[in-house]
């Protein structure tokens, strides 16, 4: 088996036993990248440099014997993450040259924790996008197809670790952009609770919604890795005192007295019949192993994308104008006075889809126009959480797909922000209640004579991440779709 | 047409915490610019505010001492627009659920009556940075040092119905948030500035006429003079068949008249919405309990109390709680010197009032203390030196820096007693003057005056003026 196909697990376990140093196991995946990232278009940023140095301090530290369960261990940050003296772009031409002056708590903790950063990946613009189409950098390829989109917004993350070019990659998800991609490149994802990860350092796309996770090869690997990332952090208010289990311990917890609730709203017309036929054989998996599955319903969750797309973009609109060309990111060329410099360095320095939300939430907050969206999507969102917190009264955890179809070619929805938006119907809800959800690998659709794959995603209650990680490890422990590897990539 | 005045007072204090509201940078003062501006006051991508808990304890004393209601729970907004010195696009502020409100505070007149001033609301909130425009050739400088300093803003009502009572009112309020030790009150440095939102009507009329806002105004006189001159445009313009439009102007001191502000945006929509970087802000009943232990006594109790203790006047126990520092201080010297209050009182509004006014001065800046000015007093009431001794001492403390007594032994200004001395010199007096004597004796009375001079002139005013008097009585009548 090569070192580039095993699990963040059994990669430490090779450095802690010898078997490959850390410097080994750098220079293999910053080869591969070297090769495979161009055509993927995963990276927008590789520190070669950086990651040679990380990998010798760790090599020195697993020598001294005082090595952490993640020391040595390779891995990607999405651009979204501020990294020191490193170019943080979040994939516009607004931050292209920006270069942060502090890590992110997330960057700053797997640090911490002996990792081995490799690169930047690349994202949808300011993480607004299902596909990684609205990338300043151009889109990502989807390993599994290269004609194919990845999914968004972490898209640069699921291609970089579907295609084995990092061990495991950090994303963030504000309506899905973990999810759906993990989904859609047969990887594990997960979303954890909102307040669980530290936002600190994380450029903002939509705060009350924005969550910090990672993407990976197993449910082990996210154990590990969202352990090393999570916990209470004083630069974030919304971050949660509250402490952090042990998720690899709980992995063990075995399916058999499983209450899960299938949830009705997620298996509608919208849902492609391929996808729903594997989602419903991965439950029958979990029902063989002992879990009892009842149907749920969810009233207010259809609601689910319109409040999002009022919600978000409001808190957009606010986040992003900060970028105005006075102290940091693009500035127009000779303003003519300021009205001009704001104008044109906004107008220059941001995509068209981050315009489009940026309008939207300008718009939803006016005056006359605020208690008729905002005020009512809040109201909302207050519903579909209350119907979240019902349903967790009488199961431990709420199953359905993650998106509605497999990876679509790109430039299929481009031209439709509806259609594109529609994508993370499936995945929005948790975002809006604030909830922790995975999904993992259950197989795979065809399509033209392609293979694509399928996720599974599971919801649980407030802080319930050990138990999304537990159920998905049982059932990896059952299948092999996660440890399947694109063609041409293994 | 009798014309009735309008208005309503909404005043910054900048409070007196040690770093910023959300952030960890320094509060002071007179920094080069942007050596105070961290990341967070910057608003560099993915930083977040984090709520300075001393900025909350110090709205909620200010709660507390006008009696006002303190939210449980507020929430923090965004209030958005464009501009070079707001480094968010966005300044938190509170909108909808402010920290404090329904708070009030008593005014005292001119005519000596009192006026209640009701205060809708006080919240917290970030300041901007600074826009230089001198000195950039033509280019703007922005100075983020003031970005993110806490403010709290407290909005009265529409209570006040004349330049002279918004100012009675601000100065109260500036009064109280230095007893308070929440805002320094330092007008000059911006620590202490208003808005003043002013409106005319005919008397009677219960509805209001529409107002325009005064921006900035950093000091009482500039209150009075911008609301006066306001008032006069407003009621010229009314009278002249025009109409006030809403809206906002700024006060040029240098022509003492108000015009339109350029307006920031075309048009004021801030899109508030909640903050959701920030909780709402809860406060529980121990935090509350705790700050009111922690409350000094407030002007108007310490007003009463000496009125009711000392037996001062209303006016004067008004003067000497104007100020923390000049209450203190006029306590100690009360305590110094045994009692004696009402000396007390007339010294430190006198003397020692007019010395600070000379060198504009602060009670903490003086260049005597308490005891010292008790020094010099007890040596009044002892009989050491008379009233007007005195006033020459205190000239000379102020100017040395010495204490009463060694000026007095040095200069030798010590009171004559001694009733033969005294008589010695009203003998000499006597002798030298004979014309003056046969006429008093001869009944003209007023000339006793004359001798009196004569003889402190002798004694180089030192003779004690009660002996003097009683031993040049009865030597003059033979």
Known sequence: ?490 | MEWETVIGLEIHAQLATRSKIFSGSATAYGADPNTQANLVDLGYPGVLPVLNGAAVRMAVRFGLATGAKIARRSIFARKNYFYPDLPKGYQISQYERPVVEDGSLDVMLEDGTRKTIGITRAHLEEDAGKSLHEDFHGLSGIDLNRAGTPLLEIVSEPDMRSAREAVAYMKKIHTLVRYLEICDGNMQEGSFRCDANVSVRPKGQAEFGTRAEIKNLNSFRYVERAINYEVDRQIELITGGGKVVQETRLYDPDIGETRPMRSKEEANDYRYFPDPDLLPLAIDEAVIESVRASLPELPDAKAARFMREHELSDYDAGVLTASREMANFYETVVKKLGGHPKLAANWVMGEFSGALNRESLETAQSRIDADALAGLLTRIVDNTISGKIAKEVFESMWLEGASADAIIEAKGLKQITDTSRIETAIDEVMANNPGQLAEYRSGKDKLFGFFVGQVMKATQGKANPAQLNELLKRKLAG
């Open chain 1, 1 to 490: 088996m090569s070192l580039h196909t095993l699990t963040v697990a059994e990669l430490a376990a090779g450095l802690k036993a010898r078997r490959f140093s850390s410097l080994d196991l750098t220079l293999h995946f910053l080869g591969r990248i070297e090769r495979l990232a161009p055509e993927l278009n995963a990276f927008v940023t590789i520190t070669a440099d950086r990651a040679l140095a990380d990998a010798r301090a760790a090599d020195e530290k697993i020598a001294r014997g005082d090595a952490g369960p993640l020391t040595g261990v390779p891995i990607a940050h999405k651009d979204i993450f501020c990294t020191d003296g490193i170019r943080t772009t979040c994939s516009s031409r607004m931050l292209a040259d920006f270069v942060a002056p502090y890590d992110a708590t997330v960057v700053e903790r797997w640090r911490a924790a002996g990792t081995v950063l490799l690169g930047k990946t690349n994202m949808d613009e300011f993480a607004m996008g299902s596909s990684n189409e609205t990338s300043f950098f151009g889109p990502v390829k989807n390993p599994w197809d290269l004609q194919r989109v990845p999914g968004g917004s972490s898209g640069g993350s699921a291609a970089a670790v579907a295609a084995c070019l990092a061990p495991a990659a950090s994303g963030t998800d504000t309506g899905g952009s973990i999810r759906q991609p993990a989904a859609l490149t047969s990887l594990t994802g997960i979303k954890p609770t909102y307040g669980r990860v530290s936002r600190y350092g994380m450029i903002a796309f939509a705060s009350s919604l924005d969550q910090a996770g990672v993407l990976t090869r197993s449910a082990e690997d996210a154990a590990l890795l969202l352990q090393a990332m999570s916990g209470h952090d004083l630069r974030d208010s919304t971050c949660v005192d509250a402490p952090v289990p042990d998720y690899v311990a709980e992995l063990a917890t075995p399916l058999k007295g499983l209450r899960i609730g299938l949830l009705r709203e997620f298996f509608d017309k919208g849902l492609d019949p391929q996808v729903e036929k594997r989602v419903r054989d991965a439950i029958d998996v979990l029902r063989q192993e002992g879990a009892t599955v009842t149907e749920v319903s969810l009233p207010s969750l259809p609601l689910s994308v319109p409040t999002y797309y009022v919600v978000a973009p409001a808190e957009c609109s606010s986040n992003l104008s900060r970028f105005d060309g006075v102290r940091f990111g693009h500035r127009c060329e000779n303003p003519r006075d300021l009205l001009d410099l704001y104008m044109r360095s906004r107008g220059e320095g941001f995509g068209a889809e981050v315009k489009r939300r940026i309008m939207t939430g300008t718009y939803v907050l006016s005056a006359g126009y605020y208690d008729a969206y905002y005020l009512q999507a809040q109201k909302v969102r207050a519903l579909i959480a209350a119907d979240f917190a019902r349903a967790f009264g009488a199961v431990d955890v709420l199953i359905g797909p993650t998106a509605p179809t497999a990876a679509f070619e790109l430039g299929a929805k481009t031209s439709d922000p509806i259609t594109m938006y529609l994508n993370d119907i499936y995945t929005i809800g948790a975002n809006l209640a604030g909830l922790p959800a995975i999904s993992i690998p259950c197989g795979f659709a065809s399509e033209g004579g392609k293979e694509l794959p399928v996720g599974l995603q599971l919801v649980g209650p407030h802080f319930g991440e050990s138990r999304l990680l537990s159920v998905s490890h049982q059932y990896q422990l059952l299948t092999e779709w996660h440890r399947r590897v694109p063609p041409g990539y293994e």
